[in-house]
């Protein structure tokens, strides 16, 4: 299986901050990568697949990068609903597996 | 719009079985691609297992750890997807989502992703 590891597990910041994740595969995975937030006791929400490209609706304050094995997730201007907790996930082969995890908390 | 409403959790003793359902509307269930992903409690994200359309060969994947305990099942004419667990144990103790994948790009380069999801339903194993 192919492992996915996000760091930070968790940070705190401030509304405006600018926010990096990073995600590492354990192989190449090309830009099979998807990005999904996820606010507490509520389901996932796709935020960009392809490593780089924003669902639809999604503010242009989130931006993601990379390919290989490592991977970005941007958010420019911190909002506070944007307080949760973020997953990579690689769509390059089955099984499709995600990150531990990121928490973003206020400071 | 695409909804998706899962149904089936509830209290199971160790090794007991349950049946999970999701409703699907809002989108072709026959050409869906459909996949399964669980929460335990202050977990992260498990992705269970995904089927393809029956059109797209009907093939069902599985993470290894649950192969031979969890079957994922669909039944077209009735857009729901199905979720088959036996043996249960206190670790499958999560919050079970189905979700829909969507394909996107050209068909020898499709990126896949799950761009629907349902709120979950609760399945607690425990004596």
């Known amino acids: 299986d192919i492992q996915m590891t996000q760091s930070p597990s968790s940070l705190s910041a401030s509304v405006g901050d600018r926010v990096t994740i990073t995600c590492r595969a354990s192989?190449?995975?090309?830009?099979?990568l998807n990005w999904y937030q996820q606010r507490p006791g509520k389901a996932p929400d796709l935020l960009i697949y392809g490593a780089s490209s924003l669902r639809s609706g999604v503010p242009s304050r989130f931006s993601g990068s990379g390919s290989g094995t490592d991977f970005t997730l941007t958010i420019s201007s911190l909002q506070p609903e944007d307080f949760a907790t973020y997953y990579c996930?690689?769509?390059?082969?089955?099984?499709?597996?995600f990150g531990q995890g990121t928490k973003v908390e206020i400071k | 719009e695409v909804q998706l409403v899962e149904s089936g959790g509830g209290l199971v003793e160790p090794g007991g079985s349950l049946r999970l359902s999701c409703a699907v509307s809002g989108l072709s269930f026959t050409e869906a691609w459909m996949s399964w992903v669980r929460q335990a409690p202050g977990k992260g994200l498990e992705w269970v297992g995904r089927?393809?359309?029956?059109?797209?060969?009907?093939?069902?994947d599985y993470a290894e750890s649950l192969k031979g305990r969890f079957t994922i099942s669909r039944d077209d004419s009735k857009k729901t997807l199905f979720l088959q667990m036996i043996s249960l144990k206190s670790e499958d103790t999560a919050v079970y989502y189905c979700?829909?994948?969507?394909?996107?790009?050209?068909?020898?380069?499709?990126?896949?992703?799950?761009?629907?999801w349902g709120k979950g339903t609760t399945v607690t194993v425990s004596s």
């Open positions: 089927i393809k359309s029956k059109l797209g060969g009907g093939t069902v």
């Open positions: 192989q190449n995975i090309n830009t099979y």
């Open positions: 996930q690689q769509s390059y082969t089955t099984p499709r597996t």
């Open positions: 979700s829909w994948i969507r394909r996107n790009g050209p068909p020898d380069n499709y990126y896949y992703y799950m761009d629907a």
